[in-house]
């Protein structure tokens, strides 16, 4: 009988026959559609359920229950069946494989050379295998695979282990390393030579495009290089595109037998993939497939990106989550990173970066899906902010001392000689201040006030005693009169500016005469006249200036409080005064 055809066609696709060549060719068929259009290239990419062949490490990043099920179609009425599964547990997941492949219709020939009947070959291969991370971002796993190949007259079996690597650096990048098909084959009485092979890949991700990159080294054959891209103009679709330089031989089937490509259409859970693949005068093979992922409670996950508010930029920025997980940890260069398994529920993050705002943002989690989202962190501006500290009634310099809250919290001492303080550096924003005197006599004041970028904002603050009198020089009535003139103005502005910057104080107004009666038909007595210079002044305060009326009393006390003799003009000039007086605080 003479060799079986089969063999010598794969001989063709996975290198040329003879000493040395690897039995079991289809343990190095690249299952499953994705990958395979891409070249062949998943080592470092690969987190789904065919992981399982491609790298078991790639199954700690299985998120979900997922089935995949596939079916390639070669030339010459071969035919390959695969199953691929993956089910979260513990650590990682717990991954499954079976391959069918088969070839009907071969010709037998006997040893004169005359055809016989027609036969079948096929082979099984039965995988499984455990993925499991062993930090953040870094997972190992390994799988047993054992196989039955049927040659008509003959057969042969063996088993196997793969063990791989995979880790994230960054966000952007993926590294992995596998080594395949580590065990032994039994053909009759001997061993027989496994397709041991061992691989490193790398995976870049670039935005809307996946950029894969392996290197895999065969024990019977050189190095190949296999790379792929793929591309998703929105969601739902992807495009893929690939090129490999082995297992098959480009020398005898052209270097065009390299090219791999195809596409992929998600719809909910499903994604329905195809690949095709020239193999030169051979022929075309197509690959067609159909994947769900049954995502549990708690496999949702987040794709948070952190970018400059203004060139939206990304940045590198430490992010802390509180809520439906708990998480501490820093974007990389790319500004992302990647949370996974997060239950559904309210997820509060926490962003900062020095130089920039913080931020606090919430969102929910479906817990069954990925999501993304961005973050946009505002640059710190800077300005300052400068002023006295002085005695409300002297308006002379006592110090004290500046504490402020915002952005930024902190307090600041202010000059005793010159009662000057700077705030500096400040980054821009809404803050509050409140200046408090040298002393416990003086009452502290507060104020709210912006600080806008590059520059310097000017506040003074003037503070009044606690039971402070101050009298309001120059408010001199008219001979028996209570009406307010308008040169009055600028001195009554100064106890509306006392009021308004402390708002927390109440004050009598207190009206005073000299001991000469003045008695007229509106005011029959100094008392009425005192009284009514007073209220003349609050309601002055209260409607010019718009001081709460409860604030405010006023009290005339005619000539009883006199401040200086009363036997002089100058004495009586001096009686004849307001006075504001701080009554207490609300």
Same mark, same amino acid.
């Given at each position: 009988?003479?060799?079986l055809?089969?063999?010598?066609?794969?001989a063709v696709?996975?290198?040329a026959a003879?000493?040395?060549?690897?039995?079991?060719?289809?343990l190095?068929?690249?299952?499953?559609?994705?990958?395979?259009?891409?070249?062949?290239?998943?080592?470092?990419?690969?987190?789904?359920?065919?992981?399982?062949?491609?790298?078991?490490?790639?199954?700690?990043?299985?998120?979900?229950t997922s089935?995949?099920?596939?079916?390639?179609?070669w030339?010459?009425?071969?035919k390959?069946?695969?199953l691929h599964?993956?089910?979260p547990?513990?650590?990682?997941?717990?991954?499954?494989?079976?391959?069918?492949?088969g070839?009907?219709?071969?010709?037998?020939?006997?040893?004169n050379?005359?055809?016989?009947d027609?036969?079948s070959?096929?082979?099984?291969?039965?995988?499984?295998?455990?993925?499991?991370?062993?930090?953040?971002?870094?997972?190992?796993?390994?799988?047993?695979?054992?196989?039955?190949?049927?040659?008509?007259?003959?057969?042969?079996?063996?088993?196997?282990?793969?063990?791989?690597?995979?880790?994230?650096?960054?966000p952007?990048?993926?590294?992995?390393?596998?080594?395949?098909?580590?065990?032994?084959?039994?053909?009759?009485?001997?061993?027989?030579?496994?397709?041991i092979?061992?691989g490193?890949?790398?995976?870049?991700?670039?935005?809307?495009a996946?950029?894969?990159?392996?290197?895999?080294?065969?024990?019977?054959?050189g190095?190949?290089?296999?790379?792929?891209?793929?591309?998703?103009?929105?969601?739902?679709?992807?495009? %893929?595109?690939?090129?490999? +330089?082995?297992?098959?031989?480009?020398? @005898?089937? /052209? &270097?065009?037998? $390299?090219?791999? =490509?195809?596409?992929?259409?998600?719809?909910?859970?499903?994604?329905?993939?195809?690949?095709i693949d020239?193999?030169?005068?051979?022929?075309?093979?197509?690959?067609?497939?159909?994947?769900?992922?049954?995502?549990?409670?708690?496999?949702?996950?987040?794709?948070l990106?952190?970018?400059d508010?203004?060139?939206?930029?990304?940045?590198?920025?430490?992010?802390t989550?509180t809520?439906t997980?708990s998480?501490?940890?820093?974007?990389?260069?790319?500004?992302?990173?990647m949370?996974?398994?997060?239950p559904?529920g309210?997820?509060?993050?926490?962003?900062?970066?020095?130089?920039y705002?913080?931020?606090?943002?919430?969102?929910?989690?479906?817990?069954? %899906?990925?999501?993304?989202? +961005?973050i946009?962190?505002?640059?710190? @501006?800077? /300005? &300052?902010?400068? $002023?006295?500290? =002085?005695?409300?009634e002297?308006?002379?310099?006592?110090?004290?001392?500046?504490?402020?809250?915002?952005?930024?919290?902190?307090?600041?001492?202010?000059?005793?000689?010159l009662?000057?303080?700077?705030?500096?550096?400040?980054?821009?924003?809404q803050?509050?201040?409140?200046?408090?005197?040298?002393?416990?006599?003086y009452?502290?004041?507060?104020?709210?006030?912006?600080?806008?970028?590059?520059?310097?904002?000017?506040?003074?603050f003037?503070?009044?005693?606690?039971?402070?009198t101050?009298?309001?020089?120059?408010?001199?009535?008219?001979?028996?009169?209570?009406?307010?003139?308008?040169?009055?103005?600028?001195i009554?502005?100064?106890?509306?500016?006392?009021?308004?910057?402390?708002?927390?104080?109440?004050?009598?107004?207190a009206?005073?005469?000299d001991?000469?009666e003045? =008695?007229?038909?509106?005011?029959p007595?100094?008392?009425?006249?005192?009284?009514?210079?007073?209220?003349a002044v609050?309601?002055?305060?209260?409607?010019?200036?718009?001081?709460?009326?409860?604030?405010?009393?006023?009290?005339?006390?005619?000539?009883?409080?006199?401040?200086?003799?009363?036997?002089?003009?100058?004495?009586?000039?001096?009686?004849?005064?307001?006075?504001?007086?701080?009554?207490?605080?609300?």
């Amino acid at each position: 009988m003479s060799y079986l055809a089969s063999s010598a066609l794969l001989a063709v696709l996975f290198g040329a026959a003879g000493s040395g060549t690897a039995v079991m060719p289809v343990l190095r068929i690249e299952q499953g559609p994705r990958l395979a259009a891409m070249g062949g290239a998943g080592i470092a990419l690969v987190g789904d359920a065919s992981a399982i062949y491609w790298n078991p490490a790639g199954l700690a990043r299985v998120s979900g229950t997922s089935f995949a099920l596939s079916h390639q179609q070669w030339f010459a009425g071969i035919k390959d069946e695969v199953l691929h599964a993956a089910l979260p547990s513990g650590l990682g997941a717990i991954g499954l494989g079976l391959t069918y492949s088969g070839e009907p219709g071969i010709e037998f020939w006997d040893h004169n050379n005359f055809p016989g009947d027609t036969f079948s070959t096929w082979n099984g291969v039965l995988t499984a295998g455990y993925g499991f991370a062993v930090a953040k971002d870094w997972h190992v796993g390994a799988a047993v695979k054992s196989f039955y190949q049927s040659l008509y007259t003959s057969g042969g079996y063996g088993g196997a282990c793969d063990i791989g690597f995979a880790c994230r650096p960054l966000p952007f990048l993926s590294l992995g390393a596998v080594a395949r098909n580590l065990g032994v084959a039994m053909y009759g009485p001997g061993l027989e030579q496994m397709p041991i092979e061992a691989g490193v890949g790398g995976g870049f991700a670039l935005g809307p495009a996946n950029v894969v990159l392996d290197f895999v080294l065969p024990i019977d054959n050189g190095v190949s290089l296999r790379a792929g891209v793929e591309y998703k103009p929105i969601p739902e679709l992807a495009l %893929r595109l690939g090129y490999r +330089t082995g297992p098959q031989d480009l020398g @005898t089937l /052209g &270097a065009l037998s $390299g090219l791999t =490509a195809g596409l992929g259409v998600g719809v909910g859970p499903f994604s329905l993939d195809y690949a095709i693949d020239p193999y030169g005068k051979l022929g075309l093979s197509h690959r067609i497939g159909l994947a769900t992922a049954l995502s549990a409670r708690g496999a949702g996950s987040l794709r948070l990106k952190v970018v400059d508010g203004t060139s939206m930029d990304p940045l590198s920025a430490a992010v802390t989550t509180t809520g439906t997980k708990s998480y501490q940890g820093r974007t990389g260069i790319s500004g992302e990173v990647m949370l996974t398994r997060l239950p559904a529920g309210e997820l509060v993050i926490y962003t900062s970066r020095q130089g920039y705002l913080p931020r606090v943002d919430s969102m929910y989690i479906a817990g069954d %899906r990925e999501q993304s989202a +961005t973050i946009a962190l505002s640059p710190l @501006t800077y /300005g &300052a902010i400068t $002023g006295v500290i =002085a005695d409300a009634e002297t308006r002379k310099p006592i110090g004290g001392r500046v504490a402020y809250s915002g952005a930024v919290q902190g307090s600041t001492g202010a000059d005793s000689m010159l009662g000057n303080y700077t705030l500096r550096s400040l980054p821009a924003g809404q803050y509050r201040l409140t200046a408090s005197g040298p002393t416990d006599d003086y009452v502290a004041q507060t104020c709210s006030m912006r600080v806008e970028p590059g520059r310097i904002t000017t506040k003074d603050f003037y503070l009044v005693r606690r039971r402070q009198t101050i009298v309001l020089h120059g408010v001199n009535f008219e001979t028996g009169k209570a009406a307010l003139l308008p040169e009055f103005d600028s001195i009554l502005a100064r106890a509306g500016e006392i009021l308004s910057m402390n708002p927390g104080i109440m004050v009598e107004l207190a009206g005073h005469t000299d001991p000469r009666e003045i =008695a007229t038909t509106e005011y029959p007595s100094n008392w009425e006249l005192s009284q009514a210079r007073a209220e003349a002044v609050r309601q002055y305060l209260v409607i010019k200036w718009g001081i709460a009326p409860e604030r405010l009393t006023s009290h005339g006390y005619a000539d009883t409080q006199p401040i200086a003799p009363n036997n002089t003009e100058e004495g009586m000039a001096r009686n004849r005064r307001t006075e504001f007086r701080i009554a207490g605080q609300q």
